[in-house]
């Protein structure tokens, strides 16, 4: 009897595997299906990691070659690998606001998120009983509505970087179109980190032009923690992540765009345990097809807490993003976000009026690490609030007639020693790729501007000067500006 039950052990133990291996086989069929790539009895396609951080890349194919197939306009999200941790998205966090309460100081978490990625440092817990759904959106806070979606310009932008070891090994290229205020934000930030903040051995332009391929993607960790940990209000991060797995399932007015719904979450109470969990998944934000700006965004928000990004809208229906001539653009209240980390619509204005216990005016006095200096052609402007016109370092965003650069000095002590600021140099980026140098700027603010003709506009026809040079003078007025050789622009 125990022999004829030896006989049919063995057929029960081949079944139990065959039917285990069905199971892996139709998990990794979704997983090559979302990336573009189908399994077949006679050909097999595997994805290979890419080297150094981050999960996998572009894959090559195994065996005989398929035959050429039309790459999609958007490519496929870079995925996080399973097990990597976090907490994936609901339906009520991509498709309304979820009121946050605050989390105690300290607060950490013992389960398998603590696990995450072997980082140091404590991780916080998005509990969802911290969740509850207030009537309006995500998509229209960020929209004004729940039908849009981000367009492929978007869907496309990522932090790509200049070549290292070059003239622009600092530089992010940014396209023109509506992601580029994002990009010019965030690389003022790396501009801080890699002229003042790292240590090294080179000095001014030097520390900025001798880089490598990984000490970029450690200034854009640096920059992107730095950004978070600001809307975060100093005691938390969030970061938002894509994965394999589908966590939302469409329903009622809510559109799919196949890259929300795979969201997982990530939360930090220690802002150097964030840096590095970044860097260690750099390319989910540098990577071709990591979907970047978007997941920055994202990230933003939640760090930010989207209760408090309301609040800070005082509770208006203005969208977080607007559409102009076609394009989606970033609106006052993104950018007083990535530079203040309150997503306030009048934060960057110097005529704001005072809120609750006068932090309007406390705003507009507080020194940042990094400033902002804008100014139009088109109509006259609110002056920047004097705590962005005067950082604690010399860099700013430049917003100048809708378009975004960046401008900065090399000498930590020109903002901070009034004798430094008689004749001194500024050096100008403008993101687009036709810049193949960094635009040295001279800056006299002792010139004799009282001879020229104070009857005549500046900005006349007939005496139109540089955008960029306008704004300069939002901050130095009556300054006179060499661009020593080079033909102005911007």
Known sequence: MGDREAEHAVPRTELEEIASKISDLNKWREIFSFHGLEISNTTHQRRRGSAGHGPPG?????????????????????????????????????????????????????????????????????????????????????????????????????????????????????????????????????????????????????????????????????????????????????????????????????????FTERIQLFEFCEKAAAQEFIFDHINCFKGEGSHGVILFLYSLLFSRTLERVQEDLDCTATPLLKFRFG?????????????????????????????????GVEAGQRRGPVGYLRWGRARAERQVCPGLRTPRLPVWLCGVSGRHGVLFGTDSLLLSDWRTERVFHLYFY???????????????????????????????????RPSVEMAIRTKWAGATISWNGTDPFF
């Not at 990535?338 to 960057?348: D, I, K, Q, V, Y």
């Not at 993101?431 to 004799?448: M, N, V």
């Open 327 to 359: 394009n989606i653009t970033c609106t006052q209240a993104v950018l007083s976000l990535l530079l203040t980390g309150r997503a306030s619509p009048h934060e960057l204005d110097g005529g704001q009026e005072p809120g609750p216990g006068g932090r």
């Open 430 to 464: 403008n993101g687009q790729p036709q810049q193949t140098e960094t635009a040295r700027l001279t800056i006299d603010t002792h010139s004799h501007h009282w001879e020229e003709a104070q009857s005549e506009d500046p900005s006349s026809p007939g005496k139109r």
């Open 58 to 258: 572009a894959g090559e194919p195994v065996g005989p070659p398929s035959p050429p197939r039309t790459p999609p306009a958007v490519p496929r999200p870079l995925l996080l690998p399973p097990g990597t941790g976090g907490r994936p998205i609901s339906l009520e966090m991509a498709m309304r606001i979820a009121s946050e309460q605050e989390a105690e100081v300290g607060e950490i978490i013992h389960d398998p998120l603590a696990q995450i990625a072997q980082i140091s440092g404590a991780v916080m817990e998005l509990n969802p009983a911290h969740l509850s759904p207030p009537p309006q959106g995500l998509r229209k806070l960020l929209f004004g509505n729940v039908f849009h979606l981000f367009s492929c310009e978007w869907a496309k932008a990522y932090f790509r970087f200049r070549e290292p070891y070059s003239d622009l090994a600092y530089a992010l290229e940014a396209e023109k179109g509506g992601t580029r205020a994002i990009l010019m934000a965030v690389q003022a930030h790396i501009i801080k980190y890699l002229l003042f903040i790292r240590n090294t051995e080179y000095t001014h332009l030097e520390r900025l032009c001798r880089i490598s391929r990984q000490e970029q993607g450690e200034a854009l960790a640096a920059a992107l923690a730095d950004t978070l940990w600001a809307a975060g209000g100093g005691g938390r991060a969030v970061i938002c992540l894509v994965t394999a797995a589908v966590h939302v399932t469409p329903s009622g007015d809510y559109k799919a765009d196949h």
